[in-house]
């Protein structure tokens, strides 16, 4: 299968180009080798960061280039953070600083409960400022959607605006957006993907393994 279009407001899928689909052909292979694994995860990470940029507001300004001409152009308005549902959001804080140097990265662990099988928030450290901020939520796989909804909860309860929240994702399943979506219409989810489903054990199916295994560990 190759990836579901989906027309919904604030759900945005990367444009399925060739260069992506084969990107998405080497970290889905059950053979690809860590250190490959790593290098086009980052690439993608890289396209997800972009189009996050895209979607912030500029006001226009303009520029007295050399010789004095001007240049119509734009200037970001308004301070972004990064935050990382950990472990897995990790590996995509170091494409956020790629394109935002100095950027502010706080970190939310987020697990399940084994008593409850509910997601647990085990930790939060956020910047100190963060509802003066558009925040860039990383974390690769939208599954189930439980751990995202409840980071997206502290967030709001740090008085973040939910319109000037992006959730980045490598990978989506379509029960994972419409759960998210039905709860937080207002957050742009941007996702390099969307799989067929979930299976019995809630991973996204045809989908890539454990992304933090592999990224990390295998
Ligand atoms: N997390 C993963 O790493 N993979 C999945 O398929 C679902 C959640």
């Keep these: 299968m190759s990836t579901i279009p989906y027309n919904k407001k ?3 899928v990367l444009p399925q180009t060739n260069q992506l689909r084969g990107l998405y ?12 694994f790593v290098f086009y995860s980052d690439r993608i990470i890289r396209l997800l960061v972009e189009e996050g940029l895209n979607q912030l507001p500029v006001e226009e300004t303009t520029i007295k280039c050399y010789g004095d001409h001007e240049y119509q152009g734009a200037k970001f308005l308004g301070k972004i953070c990064g935050v990382s549902i950990v472990r897995a959001g990790e590996s995509m ?17 987020i697990q399940r409960d084994e008593e409850t099988a509910m997601p647990k928030l085990y930790y939060e450290k956020l910047p100190e400022d963060i509802s003066e901020r558009y925040v860039f939520l990383l974390d690769p796989m939208l599954a189930t959607g439980g751990s995202a909804m409840m980071a997206v909860e502290v ?8 319109d000037r929240i992006l959730f980045l994702n ?14 937080y219409p207002d957050v742009k989810i941007i996702t ?15 989908g890539l393994g454990d992304f933090g295994d592999r990224y990390y560990c295998v």
Excluded: W
């Design 10 to 12: 604030n759900v945005i």
């Design 25 to 36: 052909s080497i970290i889905r292979d059950q053979s690809t080798k860590r250190g490959d």
């Design 93 to 109: 804080e170091q494409g956020l600083r790629d394109c935002c140097r100095s950027v502010r990265i706080g970190k939310i662990l």
């Design 155 to 162: 967030l709001l309860s740090r008085g973040v605006r939910m």
């Design 170 to 183: 490598i990978l989506a399943a379509p029960e994972g957006i419409e759960a998210f979506h039905a709860s």
């Design 192 to 206: 390099g993907g969307v799989d067929e489903k979930l299976d019995e054990n809630k991973y996204i199916v045809p």
